[in-house]
């Protein structure tokens, strides 16, 4: 049974940083594709980030792009998503999202993040 482990949120002033880390275990395959979503409140979930683990390739949603990096360590079955000059409205949930097929996806719990002075 694949488990995935968020962590990183927190409460975090504009213009601010932030870490997240998310970790699979009982991964069995070693092709897939890592990704970061997240949900503010009355909206849907949107993609962040994504990172192929075999081939390389990423790609931001264009909210993001220069702000955040997703990074992976393959060894240790992990993924990054480092935050830099957060904005209000980056405040969400985060989730993390390995995709072993384009049919099977294990998601994170989800940790928040929120933006405010």
């Known amino acids: 049974q694949v488990q995935v482990v968020e962590s990183g949120g927190g409460l975090v002033q504009p213009g601010g940083s932030l870490r997240l880390s998310c970790a699979a275990s009982?991964?069995?395959?070693?092709?897939?594709?890592m990704s970061w979503y997240r949900q503010a409140p009355g909206k849907e979930r949107e993609l962040v980030a994504l990172?192929?683990?075999?081939?390389?390739?990423?790609n931001y949603a264009d909210s993001v792009k220069g702000r955040f990096t997703i990074s992976r360590d393959n060894g240790k079955n992990t993924v990054y998503l480092q935050m830099n000059s957060l904005k209000p409205e980056d405040t969400a949930v985060y989730y993390c999202?390995?995709?072993?097929?384009?049919?099977?996806?294990?998601w994170g719990q989800g940790t928040q993040v929120t933006v405010s002075s």
């Open positions: 990172i192929i683990t075999n081939g390389g390739g990423t």
């Open positions: 009982g991964l069995f395959s070693s092709n897939y594709a």
């Open positions: 999202k390995f995709s072993t097929s384009a049919r099977t996806s294990y």
